[in-house]
Each structure stands twice: as C-alpha cells, then as structure tokens.
C-alpha cells in the first residue's frame, strides 16, 4: 500500500471528519479538527495516497515534554498494512527526542489499538473508571517513557551529561 506521512491541512478535513464518525461514538467534529490547524502545541499527520485521500491520521499534543496522544484511526479498508504503524513512528521518533513520555488513553476492549500500542513500547499505566459512554467503558491508560527531557538533564549542564 502506497501513502505518505504529511502534515494535516485543511484540504484533509473533510476525509477525517468523516473517519472520526465511521470509528468513533463520540467523533472530534470538522470544527474541533479545525482549531489544531491553529494550536502551536498540536501535531497531527495524515497519511495519503497518492491522489489526496487519507488513509488515517494521528494527532499528538506536547506540553512541555508530556506529549499526548489524541487520536489515531486508519480507514477500514487501509487497516493491517502498517498505517497506524507509520503514523505512530513518526510521533514515537519526536518522543525520543523531545519527550519525557508519550501517554494515551483507549477503550479496555479496544483490542486492535492496545496490541498495537503495545508494538510501540506503551505499557499500560492505570485505567479511568467509565471514561467512555455510548458504550460506558473504562479507559486503559497506556505510556510510553523516554526520560527525555527532565529535569535536571534539560537544566544547566545538560550538554555534558551522558
Ligand atoms: C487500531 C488501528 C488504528 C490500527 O490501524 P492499522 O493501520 O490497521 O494498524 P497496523 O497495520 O499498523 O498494525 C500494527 C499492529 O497493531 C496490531 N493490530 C492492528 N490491528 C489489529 C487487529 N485487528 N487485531 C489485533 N492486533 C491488531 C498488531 O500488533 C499489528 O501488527 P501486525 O500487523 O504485525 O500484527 C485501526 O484498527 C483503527 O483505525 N481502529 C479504529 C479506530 C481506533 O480504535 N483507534 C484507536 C483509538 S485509541
């Protein structure tokens, strides 16, 4: 299967709207997907055939050195040609070399994504009671640690530290 990893615009929009909606009960909305075309703390990509259709898409927002995954989805017919796998490269790769962790949270039965989180080194770090509604579900939270970028090796005198 043929994509590229780029940045999301607003020409992809549409085509992830609509993917928020197959996937999820509570889909993020055109408008919501809109507003992190604007945050400077948000990171989201899209993979993309060769004529502008997107395939998935992730979004991850960093504060600091806590990064945050949103999102990520892949269209069902793309699924098990390693899309997800692409997109989660790229943020595990920032991760390493900007990130104390990358943390998540997914749906308990949500067996696809926690095997593929756990591909990517997330282990799982506790669970949110009933997080989810339409089905209720609990939230399992998966992390992934990088210990990169804590203090004191970011302070003064990171440079000379191994
Ligand atoms: C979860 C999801 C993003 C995976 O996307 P994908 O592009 O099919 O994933 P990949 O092909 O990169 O798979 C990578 C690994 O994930 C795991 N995995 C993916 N789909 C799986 C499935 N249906 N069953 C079991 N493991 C699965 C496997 O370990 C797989 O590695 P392998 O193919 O070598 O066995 C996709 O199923 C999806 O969009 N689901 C609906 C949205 C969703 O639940 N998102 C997660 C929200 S937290």
């Not at 780029?6 to 549409?14: A, K, T």
């Not at 996937?23 to 075309?37: G, I, K, N, R, V």
Request: charged share 25%.
């Amino acid at each position: 299967m043929e994509y590229v990893i780029v940045p999301m615009d607003r020409s992809h929009l549409e085509q992830i709207a609509a993917l928020e909606r197959e996937c999820f009960a509570d889909p993020w909305s055109y408008a919501s997907l809109e507003e992190e075309l604007y945050n400077p703390q948000a990171s989201f990509i899209v993979a993309e055939d060769g004529e502008g259709g997107v395939l998935g898409y992730a979004g991850l927002t960093a504060v600091l050195d806590e990064g945050y995954i949103d999102n990520i989805a892949v269209e069902p017919a793309a699924r098990r040609h390693g899309v997800a796998s692409a997109l989660l490269d790229v943020f595990c790769r920032f991760g390493q070399e900007r990130l104390a962790f990358l943390t998540l949270e997914v749906r308990a039965s949500n067996a696809a994504a926690i095997a593929l989180y756990r591909k990517f080194g997330f282990e799982e770090a506790g669970r949110r009671r009933d997080y989810y509604q339409r089905p209720r579900e609990d939230a399992i939270i998966m992390t992934r640690e990088f210990g990169h970028g804590t203090a004191p090796a970011d302070g003064p005198g990171a440079e000379t530290t191994a």
